[in-house]
């Protein structure tokens, strides 16, 4: 594979637009990197948040904590009201262990357990190779949707987040100029959350 001669053009207009975001409207990342997500499952939207940009679904709709989510087992026998839902998506062995353990963003990103039918979390069946998505999950709605209830969370789907901004703005940035404070600043803000 080789790169077309003018891949620095398009660098410089990542540059340009993510730089002209952070001067015209800076924000702080929050420095609890799950509540971003609990936010979202709570439909709670903080005045210039971390997320810029998501899918809306409506109650009733979207996949979002159903199946891209920690597991949640449901139906006629649980004796909670937040319904059931799977992980049909799950995180390879290798991305897990590519965190270091003292990095709390794993353990928000990577759940290794679900929520059974008696509302106890317990680990996940199938090991390691079913770790579930564990930014998002029903269980974490305020109020349950019912029993019997699937699907349709309505919790959006984050396509842009103001960390994707500033780690864009490093990549332009050290691919244009090289290793300037600039970039390592953006990249630091980012890193340095817990």
């Known amino acids: 594979m080789q790169r ?7 660098y410089q207009i990542a540059k ?3 730089q002209k975001l952070m001067n015209l409207k800076d924000r702080e990342l929050p420095s609890d ?4 997500f609990l936010n979202q499952s709570k439909f709670i939207s903080p005045v210039n948040a971390d997320v810029l940009f998501e899918v809306p679904f409506a109650l009733g ?36 262990y590519s965190f270091d353990t003292a990095d709390v963003r794993r353990d928000v990103t990577c759940a290794y357990y ?9 680990f996940v069946s199938g090991g390691i190779s079913n770790i579930a998505q ?23 789907w984050p396509m842009l987040r103001y960390a994707d901004v500033l780690l864009m703005f490093a990549e332009a ?9 600039a970039a390592q600043e953006a990249f630091k803000r980012v890193r340095q959350r817990f």
């Open 173 to 181: 940035e050290n691919e244009i100029k090289g290793q300037t404070t």
């Open 4 to 10: 077309a001669s003018d891949y620095k053009d398009y």
């Open 114 to 122: 679900q929520v059974n039918t008696s509302y106890v979390e317990e």
């Open 33 to 36: 990197y799950r509540q971003v």
């Open 61 to 96: 709709n979207g996949d979002v904590g159903w199946n891209i989510g920690i597991t949640v087992q449901g139906g006629a026998t649980a004796t909670h009201d937040y319904g059931s839902g799977n992980n049909y998506m799950s995180i390879p062995p290798s991305y897990y």
């Open 134 to 156: 564990g930014k998002w999950s029903r269980y974490f709605l305020e109020k349950g949707q019912g029993a019997s209830s699937a699907k349709g969370t309505g919790i959006n």
């Open 16 to 18: 340009t637009y993510t």
